[in-house]
Antibody, heavy 122, light 110 residues
Framework: QVQLQESGPGLVQPSQTLSLTCTVSGGSIKNSGYYWSWIRQHPTKGLEWIGYVYFIGRSYYNPSLTSRATISLDTSQQRFSLELTSVTAADTALYYC??????????????WGQGALVTVSS | QSALTQPPSASGSPGQSVTISCTGTYTDVGAYRYVSWYQQHPGKAPKLIIYEVDKRPSGVPDRFSGSKSGNTASLTVSGLQPEDEADYFCCSHAGSNKLLFGGGTKLTVL
């Protein structure tokens, strides 16, 4: 059973860069059958897809975040990361990492981390 | 791209059935069979309950069912139980490696 765990600072100053890491255990992140994603949830609101990375390292992003987001893969460390630049209070959210299949429904997130709360404030 | 549209709330009594809608456009929900549904209890990560419009992952009760008509997908919870009280989110493939989530529906079991 694959497990995902987010880690990173819980507080980021405005205009700085938010950096989070998701460590994957119980399965290889090099498995070609999956996309590795970041999804966020603003307080008392819905989910927002940030983007995903495929095992060869290619990434795709939500058009509203593509200019600020970078998702990268570190297969040697079994982890993938999110960087979000020029953050504002609107980026305050619970950030999840999750896995979905490549060969069929890529919206079918079958494994999630527990979430990492990031607050943007000075 | 805007989020998929869900009603903010829904409710039903134990044993009843409730249907939650998820409305998109011809470029997302209407275009693909890649629509999923998630259940989220307070303080927990979302849990996949429906994928590919109407398929259930192993372990999900058959009280949960999904369907789609045109640009609207639906989740039906039959035989409501107290533990079904949660937030429910839909998600759709939106072409060109893009995904959209719905705003979420809070289901109350009366």
């Amino acid at each position: 059973q694959v497990q995902l765990q987010e880690s990173g600072p819980g507080l980021v100053q405005p205009s700085q860069t938010l950096s989070l890491t998701c460590t994957v255990s119980g399965g290889s992140i090099k498995n070609s059958g999956y996309y590795w994603s970041w999804i966020r949830q603003h307080p008392t609101k819905g989910l927002e897809w940030i983007g995903y990375v495929y095992f060869i390292g290619r990434s795709y992003y939500n058009p509203s975040l593509t200019s600020r987001a970078t998702i990268s893969l570190d297969t040697s460390q079994q982890r993938f990361s999110l960087e979000l630049t020029s953050v504002t209070a609107a980026d305050t959210a619970l950030y999840y990492c999750a896995r979905s299949p490549y060969y069929y429904d890529n919206t079918a997130y079958d494994s999630w981390g527990q979430g990492a709360l990031v607050t943007v404030s000075s | 791209q805007s989020a998929l549209t869900q009603p903010p709330s829904a409710s039903g009594s134990p044993g009843q059935s409730v249907t939650i809608s998820c409305t998109g456009t011809y470029t997302d929900v209407g275009a693909y069979r890649y629509v999923s549904w998630y259940q989220q209890h307070p303080g927990k990560a979302p849990k996949l309950i429906i994928y590919e419009v109407d398929k259930r992952p192993s372990g999900v009760p058959d009280r949960f069912s999904g369907s789609k008509s045109g640009n609207t997908a639906s989740l039906t919870v039959s035989g409501l139980q107290p533990e079904d009280e949660a937030d429910y989110f839909c998600c759709s493939h939106a072409g060109s490696n893009k995904l959209l989530f719905g705003g979420g529906t809070k289901l109350t079991v009366l």
